[in-house]
Structures are given as C-alpha cells and as structure tokens.
C-alpha cells in the first residue's frame, strides 16, 4: 500500500523523510512517497507525482509552526481529503498540539509525533487501511514497540537541526508548483468520479467546478512568479486563453519553455493575449 508524504519547508521534509525510512520497518507492506528523496535524478518531478498519486492510498500532511498557516498546506490538506477517506488523511505535528491547528487541518485526526501513543494509534489506522495485508496486532506491537526509540530520535533531530540561512527558501515549494500537484490530486478525483457506476450530473459539475478553480489558481500563481499580472483567463473551445499583463519596469518575459509547461499542466492549448487582444504567444499541442 502506498503512503504519500506532503511537506513544505525545511523541518517538515525532514520530518518526512524520517517517516519514510520508519514506517517499512514497522508494518513491511507499506510503501511510503516523499517527493524529496523519490523523484530520479533527471526525472519529471510532476509526472512521477502523477504516477504516485494514481496508486496511493493513504495521505500524512507533516506540519510544523512553520508551515501551520501556509495556505497551500490547508489546500493541500482538502484536496487529499477530496481524493481519500478523511480518516485516511493525517496531519503529522512537530513541535505542535492539536489545538494549535486552524482552518481546514483542524477537521482531521491529528497525530502528536512526540506522543508515542498517538504514533501508535496512526500506525494501526494505516495498518487497517490496508484491507487484505494487515499485520496481525501482536506484531505490530512488537514491531512498533522495538522501532519506536528510532523515529523518537530522528524526529528529535529534525527538530534541532538549524536551519542554513537560504535553506528554508531553498527548498520551500512555490505557489505554482503546488498548485500544480493539487491540479493532479483533483484530475484523479474527476477521473475516479467519471468511472464510478450511478454517477449524478450534479457530482460531474462539482468535480468540474473544483479543477476550474484549481486551474485559474495555477495559472495566477504561475504568471506572478514570473512578474506578470494575469488579467483574465477563459476557456474557448479547446484553448486557454490568458488575458496577462507585462508590469512597468518589469523585465520579465514569457518564455516557450513557460508556457508550454503550463499547457502542458492543464492539458490543453494555451494563447497569452495583451489589453488590446494581440496575440503574445502561443504554446500547447501543434503549437506553430
């Protein structure tokens, strides 16, 4: 069974890579993700995230005071949800209580990492939510109990580890990037709901208002990390159409590379238009 692991800044992707090498030792089934350590080398990182969200089946949201209040893990928290059970979403807190969680992680069963109980409860519900190839619970105790000072220790680690000046931002995953997962997460919801027998048009519309939405949000943070101020975006036919605008004083200019990877994420055609409706460039599939 495939456990994904979502991070955002320095602590929580150690935290999550300590949870990676921790879990296989405890319940040997289990196959957790971590998108730092698991993408190859040279590799598409987006596509491989694909790949790994089709075949998960369990999500664990690492928090810490650090990330707590970003928008994009809460985000990141509900389109999980979206996809899984809610009891197959967990956040994973790190030098946090429970009731230090607001807004959407607020919902979820959160896990306490220094809490050794609370560890143990998430362990068994990842156990149960492996259906056919659950381990019996005496050896999940005894798995659990000859493991745990590890993880305890790496976690302590994590914590302590000071953080390099540049280091969070280094590595700290950009608006646009995010969103660009969460564009996935609700692609594979959309197609799971085409598929289900006795589907309503009112579900259909739904899932289609949820990527409508994720997809505006993508191209606004992936034009403004670039300086350009997104005037507009419309669906005509098969193409995107991106009213943008060039800021004064900015150098900023849109590149092939750029808007064929946008074209690429929403999986249509794209046309960058100015105010006056001239076309800028055009990127996508039989682009000229």
Not at 7 to 31: F, H
Not at 183 to 189: A, E
Not at 202 to 212: D, G, I, T, V
């Amino acid at each position: 069974m495939k456990v994904f692991l979502s991070w955002s800044g320095e602590r929580s992707r150690k935290v999550a890579e300590a949870l990676k090498d921790w879990i296989p030792d405890v319940i040997q089934e289990i196959d957790p993700w971590v998108s730092s350590q698991d993408i190859a080398k040279g590799g598409k990182g987006i596509e491989e995230i694909t790949h790994e969200l089709a075949a998960t089946d369990f999500g664990i949201i690492c928090v810490t005071p650090e990330n707590e209040a970003s928008r994009w893990i809460n985000f990141e928290a509900g389109s999980l949800a979206k996809q899984f059970k809610i009891a197959h979403v967990a956040p994973f807190l790190i030098n946090m209580k429970i009731a230090d969680l607001t807004g959407p992680l607020s919902k979820f069963q959160a896990t306490v990492g220094e809490s050794r109980d609370d560890v143990r409860k998430l362990i068994g519900d990842i156990n149960r939510a492996s259906a056919g190839r659950m381990v019996a619970e005496d050896r999940l105790e005894r798995a659990f109990t000859r493991s745990w000072p590890e993880l305890e220790q790496a976690l302590l680690d994590a914590c302590r580890a000071p953080l390099l000046e540049g280091t969070q931002h280094s590595i700290e995953r950009s608006d646009a990037e995010m969103l660009e997962e969460i564009l996935l997460l609700v692609r594979k919801q959309e197609y799971r709901g085409t598929n289900l027998e006795g589907k309503t048009n009112q579900a259909e519309e739904k899932l289609s208002r949820s990527r409508r939405i994720s997809e505006d949000e993508f191209i606004l943070a992936s034009f403004a990390k670039i300086g350009w101020q997104v005037i507009e975006s419309s669906w005509e036919n098969t193409e995107v159409h991106i009213t943008a605008r060039h800021p004064e004083g900015s150098e900023a200019f849109l590149s092939r590379d750029f808007i064929e990877r946008i074209a690429k994420s929403l999986e249509r055609p794209v046309v960058v238009i100015n105010d006056s409706g001239n076309v800028l460039i055009r990127g996508g599939i039989d682009s000229p």
